[in-house]
């Protein structure tokens, strides 16, 4: 990382902060009387505002295809490729229908300044060396899900940092399949391009492609097994795509 090249930028995205901050409070009282559809409701508000306001503050623009194929509302899973950290400014800028969360290495929820953030919008954080706790996330994931919250899954487990993606985890679309809500492919290019490409965060422009929804609820084993290899394919050739263009 360029440290010096890299102090505007943080600057900016701490000035971004104050965006999610404004709801913080109706939030966090949702939550502590267990009004799941508020809590929802203004962790939306806050995502759907702070996504585009930080892709404009850096000069990044944002295409999205297949929009009308987002359902009117959660809970779903959304299952994408992973090329870098701005990945989460685009989602939460594309998807302004329903609330949705992350799920993620538990290292996102210690990030400075937006670590809290991470944890308040009811991510789901995983212990990678820690069998036990990473099974208890996931059971966490599968309630929030049964109570509406819609979750973002990266089964690739890590960045890509460029325009190739990753081999993804098979097992990762449990926490789909189990509660049994839809699955929504989402192919994503061109955000490596705001910080991994330099090591600096910058504009780029962002391309990304919403699929038809693939329903898992009552599906066979022997559908389940093929499910993994079918979101893969979908994935992959979309951003092969949006590359071509």
């Known amino acids: 990382m360029k440290i010096f090249a890299n102090i505007p930028g943080a600057l ?52 999205v295809k297949g929009i009308e194929n987002l359902p009117d509302k959660g809970p779903v899973v959304l299952v994408g490729n992973h090329q870098g950290y701005a990945d989460i400014f685009a989602y939460c800028a594309a998807f302004k229908k329903f609330q ?5 290495r538990e290292n996102l929820g210690k990030l400075p300044f937006y670590g809290k953030w991470i944890k308040r919008i009811r991510s789901v954080l995983i212990k990678r ?38 081999k993804f985890h098979r097992g990762s679309l449990k926490l789909a399949t189990k509660p049994g809500v839809p699955i929504v492919p989402v192919s994503l290019n061109g955000s490596y391009k705001m910080f ?27 559908e389940e097994k093929a499910l993994a290899e079918k979101v893969e394919k979908i994935v992959v050739d979309g951003i092969k795509e949006l590359q071509s263009r």
């Open 12 to 63: 900016k995205l701490v000035n971004c902060l104050k965006y999610l901050e404004v709801n913080k409070k109706a939030i966090e009282d949702a939550k502590a009387s267990g009004d799941f559809e508020k809590e929802r409701e203004y962790i939306l508000k806050s995502t759907s505002y702070w996504g585009p306001m930080v892709l404009k503050m850096f000069g990044s623009t944002l295409n």
């Open 100 to 104: 949705f969360a992350f799920v993620a």
């Open 129 to 166: 060396d820690d069998p036990r706790a990473s099974l208890k996330a996931i059971s966490e994931g599968i309630d929030y899900l049964n109570n509406g919250v819609s979750l973002v899954i990266f089964p690739e487990g890590t960045r890509s940092k460029g325009p190739v993606p990753g």
């Open 196 to 222: 991994e490409e330099k090591g600096y965060l910058r504009g780029a422009e962002i391309d990304i492609i919403i699929h038809e929804p693939i329903q898992t609820k009552n599906i066979t084993k022997h």
